[in-house]
C-alpha cells in the first residue's frame, strides 16, 4: 500500500475523519485542501497560491495524506503526485444527512473554521441558490459523470473506492 494518499469524495462523505484516521494508522502527514484554501473572511487565493501551498505543504515529507477536491483549481497536481486514491462514493442521503448535522452543529457553536475566523452560517449553507445543500447534490451527480475519465487518466494510482459507511470501516482496519 502506498504512501501518498489522496482521499476525496463530497461534502459529508467523510473525507477529513477518514483522512486522520489513514493517518494516524500509518504515521503519515493530514493535509486538509479547505484549510489552505479559505483564509479569513472566506477569501480564496489566486490557483497558483493555492498550488503553491499545496506545494510547501508536501514539501519534504516522505508521505502523506491529502483530503479534498479542487480539481477545478488545481487540476490533477495531487493526483498526479498520489500513489492511492481513497473515494469516498457514498449515498447522496448519506452525505447529505452527515454535511447537515455537522453544519448545524457549526452554526449552533458557532465553530471557527481552518483558524481562519470563518463560521458557516444558515443562508450560505441552506438557502442560497448555491448553498453547501444544493452544491453538494450536485458534485454528487458531477463526480459520477467526470471521475472516471479523470481516474482513467492517472492509471498509476491504486483506487479504493469505498460506497457506504461499513466498507470505510472495514477499510480502515485492514491499514
Not at 477518514?18 to 486538509?32: D, K, P, V
Not at 480539481?71 to 447529505?96: F, M
Given at each position: 500500500?502506498?504512501?501518498?494518499?489522496?482521499?476525496?469524495?463530497?461534502?459529508?462523505?467523510?473525507?477529513?475523519?477518514?483522512?486522520?484516521?489513514?493517518?494516524?494508522?500509518?504515521?503519515?502527514?493530514?493535509?486538509?485542501?479547505?484549510?489552505?484554501?479559505?483564509?479569513?473572511?472566506?477569501?480564496?487565493?489566486?490557483?497558483?497560491?493555492?498550488?503553491?501551498?499545496?506545494?510547501?505543504?508536501?514539501?519534504?515529507?516522505?508521505?502523506?495524506?491529502?483530503?479534498?477536491?479542487?480539481h477545478g483549481r488545481i487540476g490533477s497536481l495531487v493526483l498526479e503526485r498520489a500513489?492511492?486514491?481513497?473515494?469516498?462514493?457514498?449515498p447522496l442521503h448519506v452525505c447529505l444527512r452527515r454535511m447537515w448535522r455537522r453544519?448545524?452543529?457549526?452554526?449552533?457553536?458557532?465553530?471557527?473554521?481552518?483558524?481562519?475566523?470563518?463560521?458557516?452560517?444558515?443562508?450560505?449553507?441552506?438557502?442560497?441558490?448555491?448553498?453547501?445543500?444544493?452544491?453538494?447534490?450536485?458534485?454528487?451527480?458531477?463526480?459520477?459523470?467526470?471521475?472516471?475519465?479523470?481516474?482513467?487518466?492517472?492509471?498509476?494510482?491504486?483506487?479504493?473506492?469505498?460506497?457506504?459507511?461499513?466498507?470505510?470501516?472495514?477499510?480502515?482496519?485492514?491499514l
Amino acid at each position: 500500500m502506498g504512501r501518498r494518499f489522496s482521499v476525496a469524495g463530497i461534502s459529508g462523505s467523510g473525507k477529513t475523519t477518514t483522512s486522520r484516521a489513514i493517518a494516524e494508522r500509518r504515521g503519515l502527514q493530514h493535509i486538509e485542501l479547505d484549510a489552505l484554501f479559505h483564509g479569513p473572511n472566506w477569501s480564496e487565493p489566486a490557483d497558483e497560491e493555492f498550488k503553491r501551498r499545496i506545494l510547501n505543504a508536501v514539501d519534504g515529507l516522505d508521505g502523506w495524506v491529502i483530503d479534498g477536491n479542487y480539481h477545478g483549481r488545481i487540476g490533477s497536481l495531487v493526483l498526479e503526485r498520489a500513489d492511492t486514491l481513497v473515494w469516498l462514493d457514498l449515498p447522496l442521503h448519506v452525505c447529505l444527512r452527515r454535511m447537515w448535522r455537522r453544519t448545524w452543529r457549526r452554526i449552533r457553536t458557532g465553530e471557527e473554521l481552518w483558524s481562519s475566523g470563518n463560521q458557516e452560517r444558515i443562508w450560505t449553507a441552506f438557502i442560497m441558490r448555491n448553498s453547501l445543500l444544493h452544491w453538494t447534490a450536485k458534485a454528487y451527480f458531477r463526480h459520477h459523470r467526470e471521475w472516471p475519465e479523470r481516474l482513467a487518466r492517472h492509471p498509476h494510482l491504486d483506487l479504493v473506492r469505498l460506497r457506504s459507511p461499513r466498507e470505510v470501516e472495514h477499510w480502515l482496519s485492514t491499514l
